[in-house]
């Protein structure tokens, strides 16, 4: 029997079985990620039970890609092989990021649990096919336990470093992407064809000194620390981000909201009046916990999906303000979260001291 090093020596000096090794590493700590990230993501898809039923579609994916290897076993080399599958993994991941709808993500979880179950079926391939006889036991053994730590670290990476950032989500994203990207490298680049487009919020800092001023960099005292507002009546924030941030001078930022009652965490029925009415009532309660008014507002984005809808929105924004109406500025987008027709955000002042 092969000692611990030489079992080791000997996978990385054999090309498939480096690739085996690493291909399987690099899926179960993806993969692993799931779970976290269906719970992460369950307030923008009805609530904590639509994680479960994620978690669970994955289950019956991995039931259902086992089941149709019993029937059509894989017969193809199994180094090719692992690596398209690995492929197909990635391109499952990235699937998952992409739905915007609870269906859509329970149908991407299910294929998921597909690609995961056949690749792991060629990875057990590959370890019979290119091991040599003297050390196949601990090949198999170390391939085997270095899937389990992967899938460990997997589970554990977003509650580690859950203390660095806003929410888990963030690093969970990040964990699958990252998972995504390395599996897409040995197939189909599906990642080079896919933009994804996140706000994040920028904290400004001091701008640096150039060589030869005189005038240091400002320090930051505890009285300029902005203020974060959460309110517990307005609807929850699907993404790492507050519902305000305010200014030691008074200045109050609004995040965008969209038409979400906060009773169900869905978006309202109706057309464009009822959304613009749900999104004003929405920033209403937000003014109202960071202790300003639709009186103090300075200025306000409007982000609409469809143009012909402008007229509509006016008619129900203009009944907010008392004919002193704020700067504003209006644009068309491409699409908005939930697939909702209207999001608003605004500037304010507050009451300080």
């Not at 091991?131 to 997997?154: D, H, M, N, T, Y």
């Not at 806003?166 to 699958?176: E, G, L």
């Not at 902005?226 to 200045?251: D, F, I, K, R």
Request: charged residues 15%.
């Amino acid at each position: 029997m092969p000692s611990p090093g030489r079992t080791l020596r000997l996978i990385w000096k054999r090309g498939p079985l480096r690739r085996t090794l690493g291909l399987t590493v690099t899926v179960a700590f993806s993969v692993a990620v799931l779970p976290i990230y269906a719970v992460a993501t369950a307030p923008a898809l009805g609530g904590a039970a639509a994680a479960g039923t994620l978690v669970a579609a994955y289950g019956i994916g991995n039931l259902l890609g086992s089941a149709t290897l019993m029937v059509r076993p894989l017969r193809s080399d199994a180094d090719p092989l692992m690596s398209s599958l690995a492929a197909l993994v990635a391109a499952t991941l990235i699937l998952v990021m992409l739905t915007p709808t609870f269906p859509t993500s329970l149908i991407a979880f299910c294929l998921a649990g597909i690609a995961n179950a056949m690749f792991f079926a060629a990875t057990l391939a590959a370890r019979s096919e290119y091991a040599p006889i003297e050390a196949r036991g601990q090949i198999f053994i170390w391939v085997g336990a270095l899937k389990i730590a992967a899938g460990s670290a997997g589970a554990s990476a977003p509650d580690a470093r859950q203390k660095t950032l806003a929410k888990p989500r963030h690093i969970v994203s990040a964990a699958i992407r990252a998972g995504a990207g390395r599996l897409g490298s040995r197939g189909i680049r599906a990642g080079s064809r896919l933009k994804i487009i996140e706000r994040t919020a920028v904290a400004s800092g001091p701008r640096p000194v150039r060589s030869g001023s005189a005038c240091p960099p400002m320090e930051r005292t505890s009285a300029m620390e902005p203020t974060y507002v959460m309110a517990e009546s307005a609807p929850a924030p699907v993404g790492p981000y507050s519902h305000a941030c305010g200014l030691p001078n008074g200045l109050l930022f609004l995040s965008g909201q969209t038409p979400i009652d906060p009773e169900t965490g869905q978006l309202v029925s109706g057309g464009i009046e009822e959304q613009t009415a749900r999104v004003f009532d929405n920033l209403g309660l937000v003014l109202e916990a960071a202790g300003s008014s639709w009186r103090d507002v300075v200025k306000v984005n409007v982000f609409l999906v469809d143009m012909d809808d402008f007229a509509a929105m006016n008619a129900v924004y203009a009944r907010y303000f008392d004919g002193q109406y704020p700067a504003r500025t209006t644009v068309a987008v491409a699409g908005l979260p939930l697939r909702a027709r209207v999001e608003i955000e605004l500037q304010a002042m507050r009451r300080v001291g």
